[in-house]
């Protein structure tokens, strides 16, 4: 079935440390997207990439890296500089340049810093 | 870019009881706007979206929104919730030519029998 998966669904990890966070979708579409969410703050865009190899700031880059070498692949590093990691990532695609807006998410990623 | 306000952060609703959630939208000529839905420790699906046409827009699981464009609103309704429909819920909107869309706060919805 077409869709998006990330992974892992849970991650812990120490102060200091960089994790990686993994998104692969197989459903054809030219754009993808990070997000972070925190209790009452509803979405808020990290990173988005229209075309592979390409890629802009959201609203709260600091802290995160990310890489479109493939068109199916989206991995967002979450780097020792992000001063407040802890949240549930969601990873997005759509159809780019062509679309709507529309977004289909992945499950989620929850990150614990312990 | 839009910004969106959900004005309710938090609504509780009796089972088989109806609900409304409020959703407004900074000014533009010309929208498309989005209600998803999460349940918990899952990603986002989309409920229903507004593109342009008819003004009342029917989504998956008898949810609705009415769109209204004077007053920039785009208020989601169920005539009659049940237990399943407890999850949180986001309006989301988009320019037309720019796509990434702009999400409200979200508002949890809590049935209780």
């Known amino acids: 079935d077409g869709g998006i998966t990330q992974s892992p669904k849970y991650l812990f990890r120490k102060e200091g440390q960089n994790v990686t966070l993994s998104c692969e979708q197989n459903l054809n579409h030219d754009a993808m997207y990070w997000y972070r969410q925190d209790p009452g703050q509803g979405l808020r865009l990290i990173y988005y990439s229209q075309i592979v190899n390409d890629f802009q700031k959201g609203d709260i880059a600091e802290g995160y890296s990310v890489s479109r070498e493939k068109k199916e692949s989206f991995p967002l590093t979450v780097t020792s500089a992000q001063k407040n990691p802890t949240a549930f990532y969601l990873c997005?695609?759509?159809?780019?340049?062509?679309?709507?807006?529309?977004?289909?998410f992945g499950e989620g990623s929850r990150l614990t810093v312990l | 870019a839009q910004s969106v306000t959900q004005l309710d952060s938090q609504v509780p609703v009796f089972e088989e009881a109806p609900v409304e959630l409020r959703c407004n939208y900074s000014s533009s000529v010309s929208v498309y706007l989005f209600w998803y839905v999460q349940y918990p420790n899952q990603g986002l699906q989309l409920l229903l979206k507004?593109?342009?046409?008819?003004?009342l827009v029917k989504g998956i699981n008898g949810f609705e929104a009415e769109f209204n464009k004077s007053q920039t609103s785009f208020h989601l309704r169920k005539p009659s919730v049940h237990i399943s429909d407890t999850a949180e819920y986001f309006c989301?909107?988009?320019?037309?030519?720019?796509?990434?869309?702009?999400f409200g706060a979200g508002t949890t919805v809590t049935v209780r029998a």
């Open positions: 997005a695609s759509g159809l780019g340049d062509a679309n709507t807006g529309e977004l289909f």
């Open positions: 507004y593109l342009s046409g008819s003004t």
């Open positions: 989301a909107v988009s320019d037309p030519g720019d796509y990434k869309l702009s």
